[in-house]
Structure formats: structure tokens, C-alpha cells
């Protein structure tokens, strides 16, 4: 039994009119998880696609190949690409911290980058604002508030390359 809620890992279950059943060849992986006799709240998960997952990411792989010189802003890999257009489109989380003074803040700052990719930033004095791009993983974003997030970048994107959606998304698919 895991006694993280992080460590377990999902698992597909089917109604079958009386009961949750487990998917073949997951019933270990239940027993591994679960206590017989304990209760545990299923709530429905609306999973996105490999497909659209996957075509987020060539997308982005694709405006990163075509991000065009005379830009002000330019990114050493396609994941810091992916933070910069998923930040300026808004979708990011926000936090404030106060350091000792902002040497600290800025050393800080700079490790935190180095481990994102790609951060916004500001210090004023001793605080430091940070947004930091919004996780794409699977299990973190269902599939509407995906399609929000991938139709923005998109978007957002395509605005800065001059290119269509529909052709950065053909591009990649042939890139792929």
C-alpha cells in the first residue's frame, strides 16, 4: 500500500451497473494501492488525447524552428518557448516571495530559471514576483481547460511566426 497520494497511480474503471471494475490486468495494481474494505472516492476525469497532447508539443517544436530572428525575445529550446507563450497568454501561476535582500532574490531567481527554462520575473527590493508557466502534463490538465490552453498558445504563436494555425499544425504534423 502507498501512503502517498501522489504515488498511486490511475487507474481506468468500468460501471457495469453495480459496481466500479477495474480494467483487465489492473486488479494488481489495485491490490498494491488499495485496502480491502477501506472507501475511496472516484470522481470522472475528462483525459485528454495522446493525439492532442502530442500535437501541442510538435506545434511548439515547429514555432520554435520558425521563431523568427528579428523577435526581441529569444529561446535556447522549444520548452522555453512553450513557458514564454504559455505565460504571456496568461496561463501561469503567480506567487510573491521575500528574501533577505535581493542579491538573494536574484540568485534565487536565476536557479529557477535555470531549472524552468523560462520564468518572468521582477524584484523590487527584498520580493521577488514570479510567474511560472502552468503545467501541461497529462494528469494535471484535463481536456477543456487543455483545449483553452493549446487553442491560445496556438494563437499566440501563429500571430508572431505570420503563419495560419492551420498551417503551423500542418507543418508539424509533417515535421513529425
Request: glycine fraction near 6%; include cysteine; charged fraction near 25%.
Amino acid at each position: 500500500m502507498t501512503t502517498s497520494e501522489e504515488a498511486i497511480k490511475p487507474v481506468t474503471f468500468q460501471w457495469d451497473g453495480d459496481q466500479m471494475v477495474p480494467f483487465i490486468g489492473a486488479k494488481e495494481l489495485c491490490n498494491l494501492q488499495y485496502i480491502v474494505g477501506e472507501r475511496y472516492r472516484l470522481s470522472p476525469y475528462d483525459e485528454r488525447s495522446d493525439k492532442t497532447h502530442n500535437q501541442f508539443f510538435a506545434v511548439v517544436h515547429e514555432a520554435w524552428h520558425n521563431w523568427p530572428e528579428y523577435h526581441p525575445d529569444q529561446f535556447g529550446s522549444d520548452r522555453a518557448l512553450r513557458k514564454f507563450a504559455l505565460i504571456r497568454t496568461g496561463h501561469y501561476d503567480q506567487f510573491t516571495t521575500i528574501f533577505g535582500d535581493s542579491k538573494e532574490a536574484a540568485r534565487f531567481i536565476a536557479r529557477l530559471i535555470e531549472d524552468e527554462g523560462y520564468i518572468e520575473s521582477s524584484i523590487v527590493g527584498q520580493v521577488a514576483v514570479i510567474r511560472m508557466a502552468k503545467t501541461q502534463k497529462v494528469l494535471s490538465m484535463p481536456r477543456k481547460p487543455f483545449q483553452i490552453v493549446k487553442q491560445d498558445v496556438f494563437d499566440f504563436l501563429s500571430a508572431i511566426i505570420g503563419v495560419d494555425v492551420t498551417t503551423l499544425s500542418k507543418e508539424a504534423r509533417m515535421a513529425a
